[in-house]
């Protein structure tokens, strides 16, 4: 298991924390959105889910990773 934070632009209220943390979840990753740090903070087996996959679910959420 790894546990990484990206920088994740667009993100400012309770739905854009859901949406993201959804996003990642239903790649069988944990993600804990703080809207204050504008980060998610991403726990997940590196050999079950490639990082390029989550940030492309956050991405089709209409939300910008521009730190990973
Ligand atoms: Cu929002």
Redesign the pocket.
């Known amino acids: 298991m790894v546990t990484v934070t990206w920088k994740v632009d667009g993100?400012?209220?309770g739905?854009?924390k859901q949406s993201v943390e959804k996003a990642v979840q239903e790649l069988g990753v944990k993600g804990e959105v703080s809207l204050e740090d504008k980060t998610v903070t991403l726990t997940y087996d590196e050999n079950a889910v490639q990082a390029d996959a989550i940030k492309e679910a956050i991405e089709d959420q209409g939300y910008d990773v521009v730190q990973a």
Do not use: A, G, W
């Open positions: 993100m400012s209220c739905h854009c």
